[in-house]
């Protein structure tokens, strides 16, 4: 099922409150946004915009907009104007009606945005904070001030990515030099504002050429944009979600034929390969654009999994006379760690590939956690820290002063690793892993090993004394990939469940996996309820088994479960789970992958709606066949 884009807009550029300086941007902002996400071409979301909302009305508007949402939907809240602490350092956001000194009261609180963002449906939500936070500024130069009031820390989240207009100590600039508290001329756009607008207008966002723009090619455009206003600030960005984020289409694709982006996108390494030779013709050979749209392409190539794809894209880079590494000029790192490739999926453009700019550091990036800022990066001293810029917030007669705005809080509705931290037995948080695996969209995000495997590694698979041994005998035992994802479809007697494998979880259990529904094992078994929610499948239901086991370090025993992970029974059997509500699991289960949205509906509409796990509907879902493709 396909969603659909849900935007709000709220601008505030007049206060009844003189502690708030009156501004010209906002309403300009949210007008020229609203053009571009209502265009077809870009986003096609269906858009609200408010101007000048009293609190009531704003904070109404925003738990319409997120208890609206379903689960396919992309929802986009949009607010400019300012934003305050009170006095026991809990973010507000200002509107029309708002008192300086009755916050709660009049002003909309950064936690009541957090509770529509937890409590939606949606798994794909984008919160847009340019915020002027009220102050006095320097004559002639309408700035946004830069110190920190834990924005980030009161909306940041699990399941989130934030970006922000600024670092923690730089002003955020307005367009000109308008600093009279009297509305005059025309308005314009804010720097940071004007920047994301163009980029989804004009497409030049879209830094690998592939018709689509994420969050992380967007940042990237913004970053060039604003670094040459030439106003001494950097946009951030913390991103703690996997995958791709899309959030709008671009044109910059356009000088490619279609079917060049369907053949990038496959899923097939043959059908990646044949492209190579024809985008090699267009690099050499075709116009300006043509042959630009050519390179970009290569470049994604370059970085396939694929080896023989890789090899074949770099060789038709190396023709063309360009030398750069694959990856460099399409800024694929991440924080200084090199991003991976999941075959069919377009990697990210994650920092701005201009030489003329300098890129931001991974401290510009990740100078936000989990909840809020993190401490100073070690080893680099930060510049606007050092010129002595900081300044304690606080309100006083007639200084209110304070900082930042913040760009886009991402949220999937449900992300691992708080769960995780709080559900492990252990108590250890999971850590990030140092290669990002993109999960496609429409899959939940999966949790990540604590201590990474060795690739290859080296999995033992045993014979058990049963004679029921698994077509071909048991499994040959050696070294196995620990990285990458594999696709599948188990296809049953209600319809077809997309799934992805993923090889750095669980590799010896991804590995058997494979090799067990390539040989049939699954075909024709039937799953069935349990006292957990979820949907247990395999031939050991029927009193079979595949005659091996193996071992695989149970990290995700007993530990909490979200709605769409793919488990096996137990930490080396045959039989798989998959999770259709989120759940602190009573077993050992390994968490090796995870079923799409569309799987799940399949399941949900077996279910019939019933809140009972052990629902005897389930137990008349049977497996025809399970494909994977490896």
């Known amino acids: 099922m396909t969603g659909k884009g849900r935007a709000l807009l709220i601008a505030t550029d007049g206060y009844s409150d003189d502690t708030f300086r009156q501004l010209r941007a906002p309403r300009a902002d949210a007008e020229a946004l609203a053009a571009v996400l209502a265009d077809p071409a870009v986003g096609g979301y269906e858009v609200q915009t408010l101007h000048n909302p009293p609190a009531h009305e704003a904070s109404l508007a925003i738990e319409d907009l997120f208890a609206a949402a379903w689960l396919d939907d992309l929802v986009l809240l949009y607010i400019s104007g300012h934003g305050v602490r009170d006095d026991f350092g809990q973010l507000h956001l200002a509107m029309t009606n708002s008192r300086h000194d009755r916050l709660n009261a009049t002003a909309v609180s950064a936690q009541f945005v957090r509770n529509q963002m937890d409590n939606t449906r949606s798994r794909r939500v984008v919160v847009v904070l340019d915020c002027c936070f009220a102050g006095a500024f320097p004559p002639g130069t309408a700035h946004r001030a830069g110190e920190s009031v834990g924005v980030l820390s009161q909306l940041g989240g699990r399941g989130s990515a934030v970006m922000t ?77 996997q995958g791709r984020l899309i959030i709008a289409a671009s044109s910059v694709a356009a000088d490619l034929p279609p079917e060049f982006a369907h053949a990038l996108r496959s899923p097939l390494p043959a059908v990646r390969l044949a492209i190579v030779d024809e985008l090699s013709e267009r690099l050499a050979s075709g116009g300006a654009g043509s042959a630009e749209a050519a390179r970009i392409a290569l470049e994604r190539l370059a970085e396939d999994g694929t ?261 096996m029974s137990t930490s080396d059997q045959p039989d798989f789970g998959m999770d259709f509500e989120d759940h602190q699991s009573l077993f050992a289960a390994t968490i090796f992958g995870a079923i799409s949205e569309e799987g799940l509906e399949v399941i949900d509409g077996k279910r019939g709606g019933s809140g009972d796990p052990d629902n005897d509907s389930l137990d008349s879902l049977m497996i025809n066949t399970v494909d994977v493709e490896v």
Not at 195 to 203: D, F, N, T, Y
Not at 431 to 451: D, K, N, S
Request: proline share 8%; aromatic share 8%; hydrophobic share 35%.
């Open 165 to 241: 207009s600024s670092s923690a100590l730089e002003y955020s600039f307005e367009s000109g030099g308008f600093a009279s508290s009297t509305v005059v001329g025309t308005a314009s756009p804010s720097v940071f504002t004007g920047a994301l607008i163009e980029g989804l207008r004009s497409g030049g966002a879209d830094r690998n050429g592939d018709g689509l723009i994420d969050v992380d090619e967007l940042y990237d455009y913004i970053y060039e944009q604003v670094q040459a206003a030439g106003k001494p600030q950097t946009p951030g960005l913390d991103s703690q979600f």
């Open 307 to 567: 080896d023989s794809i890789a090899n074949a894209a770099r060789a038709a880079l190396e023709r063309t006379g360009d030398t750069r590494r694959p990856g460099e000029a399409a800024g694929a790192r991440i924080g200084g760690f090199q991003a991976g490739f999941v075959p069919g999926l377009s990697p990210t453009a994650n920092l701005p590939r201009s030489a003329a700019v300098e890129q931001p550091n991974s401290a510009v990036r990740n100078s936000i956690g989990s909840y809020g800022f993190v401490a100073e990066p070690s080893g680099r001293e930060d510049p606007v820290r050092s010129s002595g810029l900081r300044r304690k917030l606080f309100i006083t007669a007639g200084i209110v002063a304070g900082v930042a705005a913040v760009v886009a809080v991402l949220y999937q509705a449900v992300e691992f690793a708080a769960s995780q931290n709080a559900g492990h037995p252990s108590g250890v948080p999971q850590q990030r892993r140092t290669e990002e695996v993109r999960i496609p969209p429409g899959f939940v995000p999966l949790p990540t090993r604590q201590t990474p495997s060795a690739d290859p590694v080296k999995c033992d698979y045993r014979p058990d004394g049963s004679e029921r041994l698994a077509p071909e005998g048991a499994q040959a035992s050696g070294d196995v990939p620990a990285k990458g994802i594999v696709r599948a479809t188990i296809n049953t007697n209600v319809g077809a469940i997309p799934a992805i494998l993923d090889r750095s979880l669980a590799p010896c259990t991804v590995n058997s996996f494979v090799h067990l529904a390539e040989h049939g094992f699954y075909d024709s078994t039937r799953c069935s309820g349990g006292n957990v929610p979820s949907l247990v499948c395999g031939p050991v239901q029927d009193g079979l088994d595949p005659g091996f086991t193996w071992t695989e370090k149970g990290e995700f025993n007993k530990s909490a479960h979200l709605r769409g992970y793919l488990t």
